[in-house]
């Protein structure tokens, strides 16, 4: 249907070469088909008369994040933003990219302004918490992230994200703290191993505190991670990688 949609639009531009969204909607149609080239000159091309084309902007947004190209991919998301500044999948892809891209002051303000309108967004409690930890080493601001992380973990555990960044405050803390644990569902329904890692041993090997444990009840886990995740959680192994 894609195809003929193509066909279809290529004659309506013949016969009407001014017509309104005839590009646009050839970009979504190329899209679909898997067509990344024509999607962007479509696009484009929509652009040229039609500025404020929120399906283009949006299409050239997502195809230059998929080409991991940052610097274009925020142009037109600052450009969607301008459009409709209370877009919430806007603000938070623009703030994800500010933080991709380094830029965390950025990337906090965009945050800020989603979690304004959608308080319990997770993606954002996490990318709040993770652009805060790098513009604030205060140890007030290492706390406030780590609320917003474990805030995060409880809408939705299986963030790996949020357990990365969690690892890192607990690093900059020098904390002993459980991080993680499985569930072994074939035996019996307790937490069948999980980790406190020392953040001041770089090597896995030589942690103190890292292995298995007693077994330890899922409400005991529970009151010590504040949470309940029911896959397992690589946060002992994420970590060694940033050190």
Not at 70 to 78: G, I, N, R, S
Not at 176 to 191: D, E, Q, S
Not at 198 to 224: H, N, R, S, W
């Amino acid at each position: 249907q894609w195809e003929r949609g193509l066909v279809a639009l290529s004659r309506i531009h013949e016969l009407d070469p001014n017509h309104k969204l005839v590009f646009s909607r050839q970009a979504a149609c190329a899209l679909r088909l898997g067509n990344e080239i024509d999607a962007q000159k479509y696009a484009l091309e929509e652009l040229k008369s039609n500025p404020k084309d929120e399906a283009s902007l949006t299409i050239l947004a997502f195809l230059y994040g998929m080409q991991q190209n940052l610097e274009q991919q925020t142009v037109y998301l600052t450009r969607l933003l301008a459009i409709s500044p209370n877009n919430i999948d806007t603000l938070r892809d623009l703030g994800q990219v500010y933080s991709d891209s380094g830029k965390h002051t950025e990337a906090l303000k965009q945050t800020e302004a989603l979690l304004k309108l959608k308080p319990d967004d997770s993606q954002a409690l996490a990318l709040r918490a993770a652009s805060r930890f790098e513009v604030d080493g205060s140890p007030e601001a290492a706390k406030k992230s780590e609320d917003d992380l474990i805030a995060s973990l409880k809408l939705n555990p299986l963030s790996g994200f949020a357990r990365y960044n969690l690892g890192k405050v607990y690093m900059r803390e020098a904390k002993y703290k459980l991080t993680g644990y499985t569930l072994n569902v074939k035996f019996r329904p307790i937490a069948q191993h999980y980790w406190i890692c020392d953040p001041t041993v770089p090597e896995m090997k030589d942690q103190p505190f890292c292995g298995f444990y007693d077994p330890m009840t899922i409400q005991e886990a529970a009151a010590l991670l504040g949470f309940v995740p029911s896959l397992l959680l690589q946060v002992a192994s994420l970590m060694t990688t940033t050190l």
